[in-house]
């Protein structure tokens, strides 16, 4: 079947670096993706990785490993602001995304 | 941006009412749209795509006759919850996507039915 995995929670320190990991499997698979969602809110986009490497985007970055099924989010100079869930979330090869539950990352001052 | 509009953003029913609620793509055409279902502390979850002009696919175990989708035009699709219980309570998101990457979200509409 088709599964992401995600840490449920996890808490870092203002100003700290903080990296979110997310392992998939999929039937094919058309690129890897993170989102933002604060609570009561909708998701909003981050980054899409489809090939291997790192991609990086002002404070945020993502990785993406095909061969091991295995993304991160690096979010850097952490603002209690970037207190949310994030989802990961891989589109498989009928480009359905299939959805991670979410990280809820805690900002502590 | 794209931006995606959905409105309500919040609805209070009674029990055995019907609530619709709209999702419009704002500044550009979406031929497909994409409607989710949240529950608290939980991932998104599909309920359907929605394509201008034809039948929406329903996800395995949702209801199609409960949850009624219409794709009437390449920039609005409505969700209708018919006869609503408290258990359809939920956060109910619409999404759309402009291109091959990025799915736009909507605003999101948070349902309780009393």
């Known amino acids: 079947g088709q599964n992401i995995d995600q840490p449920t929670e996890m808490t870092a320190t203002e100003g700290a670096i903080v990296q979110i990991n997310c392992t998939y499997q999929?039937?094919?698979?058309?690129?890897l993706f993170w989102y933002q969602q604060h609570a009561g809110e909708a998701p909003t986009f981050l980054s899409y990785?489809?090939l291997d490497g790192l991609e990086e985007k002002g404070r945020f970055s993502s990785f993406l490993s095909r061969s091991k099924g295995y993304s991160y989010l690096l979010l850097k100079e952490l603002q209690m602001k970037d207190s949310a869930s994030y989802l990961c979330?891989?589109?498989?090869?009928?480009?359905?995304?299939?959805w991670g539950a979410g990280t809820k990352l805690i900002i502590k001052p | 941006g794209a931006v995606v509009s959905q409105h309500p953003s919040r609805v209070i029913c009674k029990s055995g009412t019907s609530v619709k609620i709209e999702c419009r793509s704002l500044?550009?055409?979406?031929?497909?749209m994409f409607w989710y279902r949240q529950f608290p502390k939980q991932s998104l979850m599909l309920m359907a795509t929605?394509?201008?002009?034809?039948?929406?696919?329903?996800e395995q175990g949702v209801e199609k006759d409960k949850f009624l989708i219409n794709h009437a035009s390449l920039t609005l699709s409505t969700l209708t919850v018919t006869s609503a219980h408290p258990e359809d309570s939920s956060f109910y998101i619409c999404?759309?996507?402009?291109?091959?990457?990025?799915?736009?979200f909507g605003e999101g509409s948070r349902l309780t039915v009393l």
């Open positions: 999404s759309a996507s402009a291109g091959d990457v990025e799915l736009f």
């Open positions: 999929t039937s094919g698979f058309n690129g």
């Open positions: 990785n489809v």
């Open positions: 500044d550009f055409q979406a031929t497909t």
């Open positions: 979330a891989a589109r498989d090869s009928n480009y359905q995304l299939i």
């Open positions: 929605s394509n201008e002009g034809s039948k929406a696919t329903y």
